[in-house]
């Protein structure tokens, strides 16, 4: 292959079958010019170039009144977006979506400038994400809009791709027989008690505290981290067997004092070093919260009941929860009768 001339954004060079080709000399990209003549093809390569310098001085001008009108545009990465969209909802909220927004599968585009970004850079970062990483990305692109920082959605909400969750199911009686049974530590075997019985969140049920129960008229009382101050509290009557399990904790302080220290992180962690070990696949502490709103159902507890029980106000969020359960409906004639 023969260069004949090297200028702008486009080479021209001919193959060893004669027939003329541009390369973009930033991206690569090779073309065929489909001629053998030289004259016909320079004139093509002058083309390409000039369509190329005008799609660089159209860029150039609306950047000009990008700048005058907020001078501050060109400068905003998406990670000026991550650090602010990490800034809202609770503490907890916060933590995670820092944590989240600090991996490296969004190094691609962290030092990006948002009015530069294109819809083929996050469709191409979308291809490796997950579920749980894809929604992020979304909020994050949807906040920069609403603030302002974006004139218009890069990728449109109706075309923004959607990765289906993997399923998930609650700890099964028999996996949390296995887990108290093989678990040695004594606060730990009854933290994971109560997380059965209670079906509260890894969290809240790690803060709970000698105050939150009410022995007079044996209640479990406790507000829910996710849902702010401001929010109703849990408010569980005590059975006999979370009663028992309850009487052999604390009677002041903090009910788990060691697996409240550690964090969320390693609570999750020692649980699945503590599954793997006996054979247990499938299933995280969040699964507790599954187990106890399958339970609920098929047991016919009432939904209002299950719905206040964990702390929440809608109720796709429970069906969610139980949407594997099989109930079987009794006969009618049995009611009748």
């Given at each position: ?8 954004a486009?080479?021209?060079?001919k ?5 003329y ?11 065929s ?7 016909e ?25 990008i ?5 501050g ?12 969209v ?20 969004f ?10 970004t ?18 992020h ?25 959607k ?23 004594a ?11 209670t ?9 709970l ?17 996710k ?6 509290p ?16 604390p ?20 649980f ?21 709103a399958?339970?609920a ?6 939904e209002?009941?299950?719905?206040a ?22 006969a009618l ?5």
């Open positions: 292959m023969k260069e004949l001339i090297m200028k702008s486009y080479r021209l060079f193959r060893g079958n004669g027939v080709y541009v390369e973009h000399n930033e991206s690569g990209q090779q073309r010019l489909k001629t053998k003549d030289k004259q093809a320079q004139k093509l390569f002058h083309v390409h170039n000039d369509a190329a310098n005008g799609q660089q001085i159209n860029f150039e001008i609306g950047m000009t009144y700048k005058a009108g907020d001078p545009a060109v400068l905003r990465t998406w990670q000026n977006v991550f650090d602010e990490s800034t809202r909802g609770s503490e907890n909220t916060q933590s995670r979506r820092h944590r989240l927004y600090s991996k490296k599968c190094d691609c585009i962290r030092n990006k400038s948002l009015i530069e294109t819809s083929e850079d996050l469709l191409r970062l979308l291809k490796r994400l997950g579920s749980f990483d894809n929604a990305l979304k909020l994050a692109q949807n906040y920069a809009e609403d603030i302002g920082w974006l004139s218009r959605l890069i990728v449109p909400r109706k075309l923004w791709p990765i289906k969750p993997k399923q998930k199911r609650g700890v099964t009686k028999c996996e949390h027989k296995q887990i108290i049974a093989a678990e040695q530590n606060e730990r075997k009854a933290y994971y008690q109560l997380l059965w019985e079906g509260a969140s890894q969290t809240d049920a790690a803060n505290t000698a105050e939150n129960i009410d022995w007079e008229n044996e209640r479990l009382i406790y507000q829910r981290c849902l702010g101050p401001d929010s109703k849990a408010i569980m009557k005590l059975g006999s067997t979370l009663k028992a399990v309850l009487m052999d904790l009677s002041t302080g903090p009910l788990f004092p060691k697996v409240q220290q550690e964090g969320a992180g390693a609570r999750a962690a020692e699945c070093r503590r599954i793997r070990l006996i054979g247990i696949q499938g299933v995280s502490l969040h699964s507790y919260r599954y187990a106890w399958e339970r159902r098929v047991c016919g507890y009432p209002r009941y299950a719905l029980a964990l702390g929440h106000t809608s109720k796709a969020v429970h069906h969610a929860y139980a949407k594997n359960v099989e109930v079987e409906v009794p004639e049995g009611y009748q009768n």
